[in-house]
Structures are given as C-alpha cells and as structure tokens.
C-alpha cells in the first residue's frame, strides 16, 4: 500500500485546519519542506495561514512572498471586472473561467491564487477584444491553439480562450456548441456575462483537470478547488446528469476519484479502494500545480509504446496537433513539412527545457513506466 511522507501529512492537516477548523497532530514537522510543496501546488498563503495558526514561526521570506500573492489575488480579481465591464461596454460576449469562477467560492479569495485570468469570447470578437485590452495597457503576447495570451506589467497574464479546450485533445469536440449550452446571468456588478450551470462547471473542470491530470499531472490546488466547489454546490448538483455526461467523454471514473480523495483528506472516510486513492494523492503531491515534465514524459513513453517512438513523435507531432498549433494547416495541410521546421526552430528559445525533457526520458524506469500505467488505470484511460 502506498504510504504519504509525514510533510505530506502535514500539508494536509494545515489545510484541514483553515478548511474544517481541525487541529490534528503534525508529525516530525520540517516548515523548509513545508514550504517547498506549498510553492509547488501554489496553494502558499492557505499554509501560511494554518502554520500561524498552530504559532510556528513563519520564515520572512515566506511570509514576504505571502503577502505578495496576497495582494496579486486581490489585483486580478479587481483587473478581472474592469475587463468585464470594457468587454460589456463594447458588446464582446464573455465567460470568465476556471480561477475566476472558483476564486469567488473561497473563504478568502487570498487562498486560491491564480496564475492567470481566463476568459472565453466568440471568436469573430477576437479583433475587438485586443483593441479592448490594448485601451487598458494589455499586450499580446502569443498564441497557444485555443488561446491568446495578454500581458499587462507588472504580473498580469491573461488568457482569452475561443476554445474550451485545445482541438489536439478528443475531449474538445464536447464544446463545439458551447455558446448555446451557457446562459447570461447577472455578476455582483450588474454586469451581463455567459456562466455554465453549476452542473456543467463541474464537468468542465473535470475535463480541464483531465487535460492536465493525463499528461502532466495535477496538483493539490486542484482537489481543494474541486473540494470548495463540492462543498458551496452539493445541494445544486445533479450526479445523475453529471456521471452520465463524463461516462460521454470517458471521464467518470477519474470523477469518482476525485470525490474518492476528497473524502480522505477531507471528512477522512477510508473506502474500500483506499490504495487507489493513496496513489492518486502521491502523485497529486508529485505532479505540482500544473504537472510535471518527468510525468508527462513517462505518460508519453506509456501512449506510444517506447522511449524512441515517444522522442520521435515529440519532434514531429500528429497532424491533429500540428493544425491546432497552427492554423493555416486546416487549410493548407501540403505545408505540413514546413511547419515542422517552422515548430524546430522556434522550440530553439526553449533549449534547456527541451533538453531537461530528453534526460528525464532517459532516466525513466520500468517501475516508473507501470505506476503510471497503474495511475491511468484508476482514472479510466488508456
């Protein structure tokens, strides 16, 4: 049976304590650690909390990171309303995301930072939304398949989404219709904004974790957002729709996982798949916030069958990839060939990145490769 480190233990009491107001026990208690996972699943300011509440002595440099989270949580959300209201000024329709959405739900909205602020517009609204944004400082950036990213200093990053999720991954065909499955309601401002029904913001949470959870990884922020969300909705959700809509895009079992680790750590019931669940939450505390590039290589040595073929694919991606990153390739797919140049050099700015990936592919082990393929199964994919 899988067994957590005491600093995972630990992590999870101080999140309890600011939670459920629990005190348990913290057991051979090393606040560096502490720190160091913190920092990892961005989830800083909720530790910061729950050490002061059991009076350890916080480090100043912790403390001073904190406090500037603190204040970058309570800037995007006020940046958040001003684009919103631009947005409804200019007649741009709108979807605040993920973060956004979530944010709200908290105790605090200093305990759920983000590292973005994502938004969804209809895609013939692009040119008005970067003439919107440029008005209020922002700059473009890039973009990233089904996203484009905006600048403004000193830290703000925004995502402007005219897709769900990126057309590489089968789940995004479940949005084709997506303006005509959300509806208009009211925000704390008066402002007129498209929101999903509370059952459908779960389901595409789920399917945004998948995203990250089947590559990557995902991180601990991630099932306390979905333990607040849970938490703030019960007496909304309809689990019958829910469970038979994820059952569509085969992501139910990775549902009932997540309602499986919420449970342990949260209202600590032990089921019977109870080493299922301490092997999700193990590699929840490995992947970080986001995923992590050794876990992503593993998932792709697993998908395409060996260590050559994933290197392979990962210098000369599918076609299905390839015209999601660039467009033009839906038109014109003859220039292929081009466009795997074109991917090659600019991926040069990215050498050490790419090079860190290639060592993790060679480090990668036969336990690694089965854990993983053990992992995919608990959550039901291939």
Known sequence: MTILSDQKRNILSLVQNIFLKEKNELINLNVEEIYKIAKFHSIEYIIYEGLK?????????????CMILATKSVNQSLELNEIKNAFSINGIDFMPLKGAVLQKLYPRIEYRNMTDIDILIRKNDVEKAAKVLKELSYKYDSFSGNHYVFTKAPYMHLELHI??????????????DIWNSVRIQHDDNNINEFVFTDNDFYIYHI????????????????????FIYLKEKKDYLDFEYIDNELEKVGLKKLSDIVKDCIDYIFYHQEKENIDDILTIIDYIFDSGTYGHTKNSSIVGV?????KKKYIFRRLFPTYKEMKARFLVLEKVPILLPIFYVVRIVNSLSRIRVHKNRYVNVNNITEDDINEMKRIREIIGVD
């Open 53 to 65: 509440n059991y009076n350890i002595n916080i480090d100043n440099d912790f403390e001073k990171r």
């Open 163 to 176: 897709d769900l999720i990126h057309k590489s991954y089968d789940t995004s065909t479940y949005y084709n």
């Open 207 to 226: 399917i945004h974790m998948a995203k990250h959870f089947c590559v990557g990884g995902s991180g601990l922020r991630t099932i306390i957002d979905f």
């Open 302 to 306: 697993v998908k395409e069958g060996n």
